[in-house]
């Protein structure tokens, strides 16, 4: 194990050591030792099922450590549960969205600790301490907005600021970013900053490389429940960092860039409007080709692709399929023409958690899986069996249900769902949120096995390098129109920020030259082809 | 168990038994034990079949009820909408008498089968494409069929005609090979409703929708044509038990089936059928509405508790079997 060689931060604030869990015979993580220091982030990274999550649960009080101790500021530390761990000073921010929606903001920063005056709760004084605390995560919403009417992103940050009502000497994150656009991503990073310079120690634990790049102090790396090490950031690469996650020395992350498609557009739609979300949207994509759809959240993307499946209220002037107009548009109606949509939401639109593989897998397709009147589940055991292969779906038993599938996992479960249909045309939202960098290789290649094979892919991503690497056509979008559209070396991630962000229509002229940004290196691979 | 199957697909797996689904089982063997200890009269074939021909109303429904709630919603109006089905099948028995004679019996109950299918029909419009809530809907549907039976009789009762009562009599007194045929009918009832939501698509797509709705809209699954299939099934199973009941008061009052919307779904809940929706569990539904009635046989039958205190018994018995249910999860 390599230790920091500049300890960027000040005193040791919670130091653990030997830390171990294990339920029953099952060992999820061993012998952890770790010194995280006032005023540094220190970052955790790994693949899912890495340990990851029973590390931050086992620093913050939320599960008990099976074997080692804590210590803070050279005391020893325990915590018997998370309000211990608070009360002295150590938070967790959960990943997923803990607050209540009916509730105002400052309901529920100040929920269980409501300020009160005589037998009054002090709306005032919450109200008041509630802007700062948003101030100061960078929040736009105000204390009195009901939390079920923000976007996603601002509940994010009411749940940052949730977490920050009260002083803390450590703040762990869990994928806080997972959830946010690219300028909110800033944002945070800045909030994180802050909390660096007051001397918090920070300990971050994201999927994404290029923030911990951008923001860590030191990095430890799990893999498998055990700890690898830790390294100072400076001077690991993003490279580096994930060959230490997988393991292996890790030669691309995005297959090769295809010929350019030539044949005639498979799905063409003209004038897509969506009631809240889209204007006068017209795009089309075809076979062999995986058309990028940029921008920022709030952009419009999810809500556009979702209108065109029926999904919103939307009115759309013309949409054809292979040459055929479409008159139903609905999810059924499209995947009867061949058209699928992946959302992003696979929690809480694409599986049913409680549901076993099975049934989640034939749910899209029930009516050619079983052509009669039983149900066949011989053939749906079968299909099951296939799809694991096929997808490299892992799991213990067949038997399990679909929420205890691991994020990467669920997300091929999904792709062999809509499969499953034979769609020629897919649109994936999000293909690889919130998943390792393992399952995300195997899902881009997937993706280009669909387009080599013929059939047309829509990618929506926040992941700029994602859509940069995938997409041989990129569309930005931004107020709900589509702003730009990047073809050939004009893909780089600067440009689709530029024209998700700043256009005004037309944007920086779009050509067809074969320069480019010399620092992109994807230029090359493109210009090979 | 030695025959091997032709079954070429993937080995059955090691099924572990399920504590919470075999749960409300355990408990109706748990208060048939007591009961035998309790009471000597309480296991003789003739009290057995007259619990279980009285539990066959409420399991009869509560299989319709297992639908509506697997698929997410709820249907208080039941027990009303039963008065209604038996106060329009009594009228129209005895409207066709006279040219029709017993046959009337079988018309009637078709008539019956038509007006149970169509409540639902209106129940699960007014769900679905009225976007109510299935609480508030059926609340409403459950007062306006308990006044129109109330209206329809008066406030007093609608007897079924002298002549229809001898011969409509076997469907409730009556036994096929010394099994009541109230319960042969209910076998049937639930034999079929098993089929439907554990071996059809449409059961798939029921507990689909009422697991997530989102995820069954997203997968191109039509939650509204679903549920509203539910609550039609709910009423043709309303239908049917009120073709059992006619025969055994030969009347419909305005106090026909009140209150029963409780009893079955709490026949449901403690079979085992999440109240939010999911998965349907029609055996469980079964078992608890024997569960209820051998309970209420039994208090009546000891003096120990007395019988006015049954409901208050079903109501300790649903809070308990949901502690259970919470505790063995």
């Known amino acids: ?123 005032r004084a919450m109200n008041r301490r509630t802007a700062e605390v948003l101030a100061q995560v960078g929040a736009q919403c105000r204390p009195r907005d009901r939390v079920g009417a923000l976007p996603l992103a601002q509940r994010q940050l009411v749940q940052i600021a949730r977490a920050l009502l009260e002083p803390r000497r450590v703040v762990i994150f869990d994928e806080p970013t997972a959830v946010l656009a690219n300028d909110e991503v800033e944002a945070l990073l800045s909030v994180v900053r802050g909390l660096r310079e007051r001397g918090v120690a920070v300990l971050y634990i994201s999927h994404r490389l290029d923030e911990v790049e951008a923001l860590a102090d030191r990095v430890t790396v799990l893999r498998d429940g055990q700890m690898i090490g830790t390294w100072p950031a400076h001077g690991l690469t993003q490279r580096r960092m994930a060959e230490l996650m997988v393991g292996r020395e890790l030669d691309r992350l995005y297959p090769p860039k295809r010929p350019p498609a030539l044949s005639e557009p498979l799905l063409i739609v003209e004038g897509l409007s969506v009631d809240r979300g889209a204007v006068e949207a017209s795009l089309s994509v075809r076979p062999g080709e995986v058309l990028g759809i940029g921008g920022m959240i709030g952009s419009g993307r999810t809500e556009l692709f979702e209108g065109l499946m029926g999904l919103r209220p939307a009115h759309v002037a013309r949409v054809t399929l292979a040459g055929r107009e479409i008159a139903q548009r609905t999810v059924k109606g499209w995947q009867t023409a061949g058209l699928v949509y992946l959302t992003e939401d696979r929690k809480g639109k694409g599986l049913l958690l409680d549901e076993p593989l099975a049934t989640n897998l034939t749910l899209q397709a029930l009516e050619s899986v079983h052509p009669g009147v039983k149900l066949d589940r011989g053939a749906e055991g079968q299909l099951l069996q296939r799809a694991v292969a096929e997808y490299d779906i892992r799991v213990r038993s067949l038997h399990l249900d679909a929420g205890q599938l691991s994020g990467g996992n669920q997300q091929k479960l999904l792709l062999a769902k809509v499969m499953l249909t034979d769609p020629a045309v897919v649109i994936i939202d999000e293909p690889t949120r919130g998943i390792d960098i393992g399952n995300k290789s195997q899902i881009y290649d997937f993706i280009d096995r669909l387009v080599r094979a013929g059939k047309a892919v829509i990618v929506i991503s926040s992941e700029l390098p994602e859509l940069v690497g995938l997409s041989d056509r990129v569309l930005a979008m931004r107020g709900g129109r589509i702003a730009a559209e990047l073809t050939g070396a004009n893909i780089t991630e600067e440009n689709v920020v530029y024209a998700a962000t700043s256009g005004k229509g037309q944007v920086r002229p779009v050509t067809q030259t074969r320069g480019g940004d010399p620092n992109d290196k994807r230029d090359d691979q493109y210009r090979g082809t | 168990m030695t025959s091997a199957t032709t079954n070429i697909a993937a080995p059955e797996p090691a099924r572990r038994i399920r504590w919470a689904e075999m749960g409300p089982f355990i408990a109706l063997a748990l208060v048939i034990v007591i009961g035998t200890m309790i009471n000597s009269n309480f296991l003789t074939s003739t009290n057995i079949a007259n619990v279980v021909t009285r539990s ?39 409207r066709l008498e006279p040219s029709m004679g017993a046959n ?193 046989n039994l208090m009546v039958l000891s003096n120990m508790v007395s019988e006015y205190l049954v409901a208050a018994v079903q109501g300790v018995i649903i809070i308990l079997a949901m502690l259970a249910h919470r505790f063995i999860k």
């Open chain 1, 1 to 123: 194990m390599s230790l920091a060689s500049r300890p960027p931060g000040g005193a040791s604030a919670l130091k653990a050591e030997g830390l171990a869990k294990a339920y029953g015979p099952i060992t999820v993580l061993s012998d952890v030792t770790l010194d995280i220091l006032s005023g540094e982030v220190h970052a955790i990274i790994g693949e899912n099922g890495a340990g990851k999550s029973t590390l931050m649960k086992l620093l913050s009080g939320h599960v008990r450590p099976s074997a080692g101790h804590l210590s803070m500021a050279g005391q020893p530390a325990d915590f018997p549960d998370a309000v211990a761990a608070e009360a002295a000073g150590v938070v967790l921010v959960h990943q997923e969205i803990l607050l209540a929606p009916d509730l105002t903001v400052a309901e529920n920063l100040f929920l269980g600790r409501e300020l009160s005056r005589g037998p009054m709760t002090d709306d």
């Open chain 2, 56 to 94: 066959a109303f409420v399991a009869i429904i509560a299989v319709g009820a297992t639908f509506v709630i697997s698929s997410g919603c709820l249907d208080l109006s039941v027990g009303s909408m039963m008065a209604f089905v038996t106060g329009i099948m009594i009228l129209a028995m005895n």
């Open chain 2, 104 to 296: 009337a019996i079988l018309v009637g109950a078709g008539v019956g089968l038509v007006v149970g299918a169509l409540c639902g029909l209106l129940n699960g419009l007014i769900v679905t494409v009225g976007k109510i809530e299935p609480f508030i809907a059926t609340l409403g549907t459950m007062g306006i069929f308990r006044a129109l039976i109330t209206w329809m009789s008066d406030g007093g009762s609608i007897p079924i005609d002298r002549a229809l009562r001898e011969p409509y009599r076997p469907v409730y007194f009556g036994n096929v090979l010394g099994i009541p045929l109230p319960v042969v009918i209910t076998l049937v009832v639930v034999l079929m409703g098993a089929f439907i939501l554990y071996r059809t698509k449409f059961g798939r797509r029921c507990a689909a929708a009422g697991s997530n709705a989102e995820v069954a809209r997203f997968s191109g699954v039509s939650v509204a044509g679903v549920r509203t299939t539910a609550y039609v099934i709910q009423g043709l199973c309303v239908a049917i038990a009120a073709i059992c009941y006619i025969p055994r008061l030969g009347a419909a009052t305005p106090t026909t089936g009140q209150l029963w919307e409780l009893q079955v779904i709490t026949a449901v809940v403690i079979g085992g059928t999440a109240l939010r929706g999911g998965k349907g569990r029609i055996w469980g539904s079964v078992a608890g509405a024997l569960i209820l009635e051998v309970i209420a």
